[in-house]
């Protein structure tokens, strides 16, 4: 299974990096790894030079307000972690660590794992909704489909669905978010003929062979790929 990767954009240049994350967050980078206060979890911590073009990515994700553009383009390093997370309880650990990161002036958040990016505000938002996990998640189109990409992390099979009536594309991506969520959160079963339902509609699980991936690609599953059929409406 892979761990979770993420970026922080940093203001500080790389050689002030390890000072910084010393005195604003007890991270020592001397070490392999480390905890963080308040997360029960171990991190690795990496460092690396400023990205360039780094607001382009952000903003190709989610709209940035002038000022997050502006001090996007001006960070001065990175601040990676890889994680591994066993349950929802671990996952909230981190959401929680993010908070600190921000609040010790970090810009934003780049989740390798989907190619999510979003700035400190947007990601807050989105991990204080119902479903925080969405904010690690992309949805991908591929043929007449929907697939997930990010799940491997928490855990799970990528999931997909089929773009025809009497679902609209937004509803799939919605159907997607909030089976992921369940199986996560709640261990809703996902095998082959599970069943699956939301308020309106029910869904079964299928297998699913044909994936948008090849098995040697950096964006491949190793937990496999499942398929969500419509079986009412």
């Given at each position: 299974?892979?761990?979770f990767?993420?970026?922080?954009?940093?203001?500080?240049?790389?050689?002030?990096?390890?000072?910084?994350?010393?005195?604003?967050?007890?991270?020592?980078?001397?070490?392999?790894?480390?905890?963080?206060?308040?997360?029960?979890?171990?991190y690795?911590?990496?460092?690396q030079?400023?990205?360039e073009?780094?607001e382009?990515?952000?903003?190709?994700?989610?709209p940035?307000?002038?000022?997050?553009?502006?001090?996007?383009?001006?960070?001065?390093?990175?601040?990676?972690?890889?994680?591994?997370v066993?349950n929802?309880?671990?996952?909230?650990?981190?959401?929680?660590?993010?908070?600190?990161?921000?609040?010790?002036?970090?810009?934003?958040?780049y989740?390798?794992?989907?190619?999510c990016?979003?700035?400190a505000?947007a990601?807050?938002?989105l991990t204080s909704?119902e479903v925080?996990?969405?904010?690690?998640?992309?949805?991908?189109?591929?043929?007449?489909?929907?697939?997930?990409?990010?799940?491997?992390?928490?855990?799970?099979?990528?999931?997909?669905?089929?773009?025809?009536?009497?679902?609209?594309?937004?509803?799939?991506?919605s159907?997607?978010?909030?089976?992921a969520?369940?199986?996560?959160?709640d261990?809703?079963?996902?095998?082959s003929?599970?069943?699956?339902?939301d308020?309106?509609r029910e869904?079964?699980?299928k297998?699913?062979?044909?994936?948008?991936?090849a098995?040697?690609s950096?964006?491949?599953?190793?937990?496999?790929?499942?398929?969500?059929?419509?079986?009412?409406?």
């Amino acid at each position: 299974m892979k761990p979770f990767t993420v970026a922080f954009p940093l203001p500080c240049v790389l050689e002030e990096a390890p000072k910084f994350l010393l005195e604003k967050l007890n991270i020592d980078m001397s070490k392999k790894q480390v905890m963080i206060p308040g997360s029960s979890l171990f991190y690795t911590p990496i460092l690396q030079g400023a990205a360039e073009g780094l607001e382009a990515i952000f903003a190709e994700h989610s709209p940035l307000s002038e000022e997050e553009a502006k001090a996007l383009a001006s960070h001065k390093s990175l601040f990676f972690l890889e994680f591994f997370v066993k349950n929802a309880e671990e996952f909230k650990s981190f959401l929680f660590v993010t908070k600190k990161i921000f609040d010790a002036g970090a810009l934003g958040i780049y989740v390798e794992n989907s190619g999510c990016a979003w700035s400190a505000k947007a990601f807050l938002d989105l991990t204080s909704g119902e479903v925080p996990m969405e904010a690690f998640v992309n949805i991908i189109e591929n043929a007449d489909s929907l697939f997930t990409l990010g799940l491997e992390p928490f855990g799970l099979p990528d999931l997909c669905t089929a773009v025809k009536a009497p679902l609209s594309e937004d509803e799939c991506r919605s159907v997607l978010i909030a089976a992921a969520a369940s199986i996560f959160e709640d261990g809703a079963e996902y095998e082959s003929g599970a069943k699956w339902a939301d308020e309106d509609r029910e869904f079964e699980f299928k297998k699913e062979a044909k994936t948008p991936f090849a098995k040697n690609s950096p964006e491949w599953n190793a937990q496999g790929y499942a398929r969500l059929v419509l079986r009412s409406k």
